[in-house]
């Protein structure tokens, strides 16, 4: 392998770093913290063969043909949508990505929102902080019990399936699912059950999103899909906040059309500071940290570096994004 080098948009985990310096690249990271303007991600790309980005990155057409000498780009996350697959295809840019580093830890994340709306842990902890923490209330601010719940699952692919088995393992849930194809690892495993859209909004009791964001699945949680929802139901997206309609979705909580919501993600990001869903009882927000692990950082280090070097070594990308 002739010597060559990459840009990398954004101060990852050292362990991918020092793998690409091991193979010989010459590595140059972006020095600050905040994110890069598209013309500074033009500039700097422009003096490398290859591109380790992030998911804040805008690798749209613009972007592409702006930058059609690139051999690679490597993207330190498992999802995608910020890049244009189609157009640095046909400009032959070869696209990796870094699947199942983040199931364990966005799984464990979508787990622990379910348990902090379902019991209201969130707006209590708030209380405290304000001074709140009165007599006993027998009736106050009561939360809802898990076992023998329905969990679906709309997009069962690795992290919606450890979802499935926290829920399975912990509270016995019946498991319900709504995917483009079977997952006989699933059924056989859990017993889920693969059933309609339409199925899943009214039986399910907690319904997690776990789906990529495409054209298909922009805006489905909208106004109409929460009315088919049971008002006892709990809504989790740990997947892309433009899966669902964040002012219906608030609608749908005010009416009593949905009881609670727990979100990682959010429709725009980041989430003003004065959103109605921070200070609703039943809802628990995070900041986008569903992969925030030292375990799942350093894999996703790992294998953006190594779709690089794969690329350069043998001729090969490990974890390739197609059409």
Not at 209 to 224: M, P, Q, S, W, Y
Not at 245 to 269: C, F, K
Request: hydrophobic share 45%; glycine share 8%; proline share 5%.
């Amino acid at each position: 392998m002739k010597k060559t080098s990459v840009f990398v948009s954004r101060a990852i985990p050292d362990l991918g770093l020092d793998l690409l310096r091991q193979a010989g690249f010459e590595v140059e990271v972006w020095p600050h913290t905040r994110p890069m303007s598209p013309a500074e991600l033009v500039e700097a790309a422009g003096r490398h063969p290859a591109l380790l980005c992030v998911l804040a990155d805008r690798i749209d057409a613009a972007f592409l043909q702006a930058s059609a000498h690139l051999d690679i780009i490597s993207q330190f996350a498992a999802g995608y949508d910020n890049i244009d697959v189609s157009e640095a295809t046909r400009l032959g840019i070869l696209i990796g990505n870094t699947p199942n580093a983040v199931s364990q830890a966005t799984a464990d994340l979508a787990f622990g929102l379910l348990l902090a709306v379902a019991r209201k842990m969130f707006f209590l902890h708030n209380t405290i902080a304000r001074g709140e923490w009165g007599s006993f209330q027998p009736k106050a601010h009561l939360g809802i019990e898990l076992h023998k719940k329905t969990l679906g699952i709309f997009g069962l692919g690795g992290i919606g399936l450890e979802m499935a088995k926290r829920c399975k393992g912990a509270y016995d849930m019946d498991i319900l699912y709504c995917n483009r194809h079977p997952n006989p690892v699933a059924e056989s495993l859990l017993g889920a059950r693969k059933v309609s859209f339409e199925t899943l909004l009214r039986e399910s009791d907690i319904l997690s999103v776990h789906c990529a964001l495409n054209d298909e699945t922009r805006g489905i949680f909208n106004k109409t899909a929460f009315g088919q929802m049971k008002p006892s139901a709990i809504f989790i997206n740990t997947s892309r906040g433009l899966v669902h309609n964040e002012t219906d979705l608030i609608d749908a909580l005010r009416s009593g059309q949905l009881w609670g919501a727990g979100l990682d993600v959010t429709n725009p990001e980041p989430m003003l500071p004065d959103n109605p869903l921070l200070s609703m009882e039943t809802v628990a927000v995070l900041p986008h940290v569903g992969s925030g692990t030292v375990e799942a950082r350093n894999e996703m280090s790992r294998l953006a570096a190594e779709n690089i070097i794969g690329w350069y070594q043998r001729g090969e990308v490990p974890h390739r994004v197609t059409m």
